[in-house]
């Protein structure tokens, strides 16, 4: 049993897996309410942006009531602040990169390739933390690439996207975001010892809703005026995957092991294009559908062998 992990008995279990549950639908709803603001002409920057406020106004009252978190804030060394701002720029570029690939892709291609995280993470501690690339690693990293040939491959389906149909400039987006979102997985990991979740998380949403509202006013990107059923969906993009999704995971992180939680995380992408087929009648290829699970079974090799890897530098 991993040594952070609550002590739990049956009944804690099965709520934890309950919530599991919970936290991995509401996390894959998110692509479908995006992709509903979409088409409410809602600009995926915005879509960004609302997402990155909202999340940072959620947090408001949970750093009002401890003062040990504002206490943490308060004293923030000058290089920690730097990777804070790092961290939640690269964040923004996350929520920026995916989002819009919904535009030109599947959302199961999208889903698929922005769940490539762990690879990148894998490859990003190579080079910044010394550390080896393991051979799990290296096969999901493989996988992937030849999941995305086939992904890129053209095939027919039936692909809803709002802008355009060009699955290889969503994919590349959609691979944008994963890489982003390592570098600022890489960061929190190194400031874990440093600073408690909730407070870097609401510097860094901060730093990412700033970052993506800059971005908003440089590139003009229209803001007011939209449809209040745009809006509405913007907001439950940010509420269910943050309030309900990461809330759920995190409860179900304390009751049962990280690897278990993050290998069943991967099936996000799977949810969401069910979704996506219930609400668009979007179905994509059978090509395409080889090639994300054959992407997904390199990311699950990736994530496998990180924890091998993490439990032996444990002991």
Avoid: C
Wanted: net charge positive.
């Amino acid at each position: 049993m991993d040594k952070f992990m609550i002590p739990t008995t049956s009944n804690s279990t099965i709520r934890a897996l309950m919530m599991l549950v919970i936290g991995i639908l509401a996390v894959s709803l998110a692509a479908v309410f995006i992709r509903l603001a979409q088409e409410e002409s809602v600009p995926s920057l915005v879509i960004a942006g609302g997402r990155l406020l909202f999340a940072t106004v959620l947090l408001i009252p949970i750093i009002m009531q401890r003062a040990d978190y504002r206490a943490q804030i308060r004293k923030i060394s000058r290089n920690d602040a730097i990777l804070i701002f790092i961290s939640g720029i690269f964040l923004a570029l996350h929520f920026i990169t995916w989002i819009s690939s919904l535009e030109y892709t599947s959302v199961l291609i999208s889903g698929v390739l922005v769940t490539t995280s762990p690879i990148w993470v894998a490859i990003l501690e190579v080079v910044v933390l010394k550390s080896r690339l393991s051979w799990g690693v290296i096969l999901g990293l493989g996988m992937a690439l030849i999941g995305g040939i086939i992904i890129a491959t053209p095939s027919g389906g039936i692909i809803t996207p709002p802008t355009a149909d060009n699955p290889i400039l969503g994919g590349l987006l959609a691979l944008l975001g994963a890489m982003a979102v390592a570098v600022y997985l890489i960061i929190g990991r190194k400031m874990r010892g440093t600073i408690a979740l909730t407070p870097y998380i609401f510097m860094v949403y901060g730093v990412g809703a700033m970052t993506t509202l800059l971005v908003i006013l440089i590139s003009n990107t229209p803001f007011l005026g939209l449809s209040s059923a745009g809006y509405g969906w913007v907001i439950l993009v940010a509420v269910m995957p943050q309030l309900i999704g990461h809330t759920s995971l995190n409860y179900a992180l304390a009751y049962l092991p990280a690897t278990i939680v993050s290998l069943s995380t991967q099936t996000e992408p799977i949810f969401s294009a069910l979704g996506a087929f219930l609400v668009f009648g979007e179905l994509p290829s059978w090509t395409q559908g080889l090639g994300g699970a054959i992407i997904l079974i390199g990311v699950v090799s990736a994530t496998i062998s990180n924890a091998n890897n993490s439990k032996r530098m444990a002991t």
